[in-house]
């Protein structure tokens, strides 16, 4: 129903992907100058994580039950994005698999590159790029995770890692922070963090016996950061203290008058009739920007999104499926002269969310999870060839 009254609003062209039951079905999309295509096993895949990598499934409601647990500790795609678009890239793009790995996307290959040293016990997310390296957080819970209070993990401040560097040619992880390089306090995990482009600013849990505290702090290295180790970072951070307030003013939700000319170009007419939340990210980029569209006397749902601005494209994907897509991907020409395309994905079964997305040539990678609150139960993504959905059918 929510994505039938999503397709009333549309005024620019339009494209509808479903799923091929077994009788032929012809779908009636309600938009002005629409067309439908119809996709198939040859241009769309379902997968589904377990617990040791993923796997197909012709759909994800017939994806093996998972217990649902808090979204620090279930496997599911937490945070993913493109690499910066240069002349010698190769349009991949990546996303952390909390609890399992780095997934790397090269147009249609998949990798799926695995740690259990790192990944095993710990939240991963806060996907970023430094000179187009993927870089990211990694923490253990202190509301979920009893391993935190284990006594050789406690004692041991090398085992407290912070921030990680993905070779993406190794498909490899390296530490390139640990908490105690950036805190004297022990036992501290950095449960979030905020990079501008400029310096970092990282909120701080310690955990005690006693009670649980908060601290903050920003920082900026010295020499390249990619050059650090947890060994040799002493002396090569300029390290200073701030306040929750000063974090906060790093994650606040700005106005949706204030998004990016590109993302308010790319959805005008929509962002008159629904409210949502949109996480705006540079393909290549630091830590995304959060922006809230307010519609007002509206009654509808507020949506949360994700969207990606790349050199030539740019591309916004709601959590139920609705997929704004404009501009030029690798290779290909410019669709509908620069005209933006609305497309929604395989409508998802109640309780299930798209949550985001990335695009490597001419593929999309969209991270689907069932979703109940706080907690995930069974995750995955769906792969989309957009060469035969819409190149093949569209100037």
Known sequence: MKIFKLALLFTIFSVSLFVCGCKKKTAQIPVQNAITVEITKTNHAWYYFSNYTYHFVDRPQNAPLQAQKPWTESIRISSANNEACTQYSESKAFAVVNRLGILSFNDEAITLSQDASLFTDRTAGNLVFLNNVPVYSVYKSAFFNDTILAPDYKNDSSSHLFLLQFDSHAKISYPILNCNNITDKTNSEVTDFYWNGLEWCCSIKTISDIKNEFSYIRFKPLIPLLALSPSTAEGKIDIEECDAD???????????????????????????????IIEVKNAGGSSPRIYENTVTNSKEKELNAKAILSANWSAALFEDGTLFLEGALPGKHILRSGKAVAIRLPKLPVGFIYSDFVISGTTLYAAWEESSFYKTGRAGFLQVNLERTLYSRMI
């Open 246 to 276: 000063f974090f906060r003013s790093c994650r606040v939700h700005h106005n949706y008058t204030d998004a990016p000319d590109r993302i308010k170009k790319l959805l005008s007419g929509f962002d008159t009739k629904l409210p949502f």
